[in-house]
C-alpha cells in the first residue's frame, strides 16, 4: 500500500478515534473521570479497528508488454525482470504476508499463445507466454491482478 494509502487509513482511524472520544466524554463526569474512561475506550476501539485493518486485503496489478516493460501499474510497486523471452518474473517491492492469489491474461503474442503463472509467493511470481501448438515459450503482452493480506500496517 502506497503512502498515501497509509495517510488516508491514518485519518479515517484518528477521525473514528476521536468520535469514539467524543461520545464518551458527558456532562455529567469530572475532568478526572473523563480522562480516565475515554482513554481506556479509545485504547480498546484503537486496538480493535487496527486489528481489522490489519487484515486488509491489497490489490496490486499490472500491464506488462512481451520485453517486460511495465506500461501501467496499481496497488503494491512492482519490478518486471525478463528471464528469457516468454518468461518474466515480477518481484514486488512489499512482500505480502502470505502467498497471495494472481490471475493473469495474455494478449496472445506472436505465435497465439496463452498464460501459465508459475513460482508464486508472498514475493512475487513468474509468468509464462506458452505456444498453444509447441508449448514452449513465446513473449507476450499481459495483464495480471494480485489479491492477498498486507504486510507491516502498524499502530504507530
Excluded at 491489497?58 to 528469457?84: A, H, L, R, Y
Excluded at 512482500?95 to 501459465?116: L, M, S
Excluded at 511470481?125 to 493480506?149: I, M, S, T
Aim: proline fraction near 3%; charged fraction near 25%.
Amino acid at each position: 500500500m502506497n503512502g498515501d494509502n497509509k495517510s488516508n487509513i491514518r485519518i479515517v482511524l484518528i477521525g473514528a478515534i476521536a468520535s469514539i472520544a467524543v461520545t464518551n466524554i458527558t456532562a455529567g463526569n469530572t475532568p478526572s473521570n473523563i480522562s480516565k474512561n475515554t482513554t481506556e475506550k479509545v485504547e480498546n476501539v484503537k486496538d480493535s479497528i487496527l486489528e481489522e485493518v490489519r487484515k486488509l486485503t491489497v490489490v496490486t496489478g499490472g500491464e506488462v508488454n512481451k520485453n517486460g516493460k511495465k506500461i501501467n501499474s496499481v496497488g503494491i510497486p512492482f519490478d518486471v525482470e525478463v528471464i528469457q523471452n516468454g518468461q518474466y518474473r515480477i518481484k514486488f517491492k512489499k512482500p505480502f504476508r502470505q502467498k497471495p492469489i494472481v490471475v493473469a491474461i495474455g494478449d496472445g503474442g506472436d505465435k497465439g499463445a496463452y498464460t501459465e503463472i508459475t513460482n508464486i509467493n508472498n514475493k512475487g511470481f513468474v509468468l509464462e507466454g506458452r505456444d498453444y501448438l509447441k508449448h514452449g515459450l513465446a513473449q507476450l503482452n499481459f495483464q495480471f491482478l494480485v489479491v492477498g493480506p498486507e504486510t507491516n500496517i502498524s499502530s504507530d
